[in-house]
């Protein structure tokens, strides 16, 4: 009954899971929106000029390492796009998808804020993404607190982290 309430909750508010019956299931088609967002800032954070140079050579190996996972994750929900998913494999998808995109939050974005102080505005705002995906898949609440100049609404949440660095 729990488990039912929690989705009811979150697909109420992001239409990304489903309850039938006994069964219980997430929309790939939202947690894959979420996915690319997620990819497309971590690659965007990466990419921020003379960023490696600041890096010492583990936390290179750590965000390439980061990034390769955050892909395989990402192609194998674009692979499921269009259906749906058992709640633990989307939980499962998203927890190693955060856990990932921590990593180069914390490493390489940290580095890159100290770098260009507008880098900044754009890690707050990547890192809002995360409460969406884990509310879409019943990981959290589905409240989430994102920054000044982002809604709560996760396409506009996408919207600002496509805009780019």
């Not at 880098?119 to 705002?125: H, L, S």
Request: overall charge negative; aromatic content about 4%; hydrophobic content about 50%.
């Amino acid at each position: 009954m729990r488990k039912f309430a929690l989705c009811l909750a979150t697909a109420l508010t992001l239409s990304a899971c489903t309850v039938s019956g006994t069964a219980s299931s997430i929309n790939t088609a939202e947690l894959a929106a979420d996915a690319s967002a997620i990819d497309f800032a971590a690659q965007a954070i990466e990419a921020i000029p003379s960023l490696s140079g600041h890096l010492t050579a583990d936390q290179v190996a750590s965000v390439n390492a980061a990034l390769a996972n955050i892909k395989t994750i990402t192609a194998e929900i674009n692979a499921a796009s269009g259906g749906s998913i058992a709640i633990d494999t989307g939980k499962n998808w998203t927890s190693s998808l955060v856990t990932e995109f921590n990593t180069i939050l914390s490493v390489a974005g940290t580095v890159a804020s100290t770098l260009d102080p507008s880098v900044a505005g754009y890690i707050t705002t990547a890192h809002a993404i995360i409460p969406l995906i884990e509310a879409a898949v019943g990981l959290n609440a589905a409240s989430v607190s994102a920054s000044a100049h982002v809604t709560e609404a996760p396409t506009q949440v996408r919207a600002e982290i496509y805009r780019g660095v």
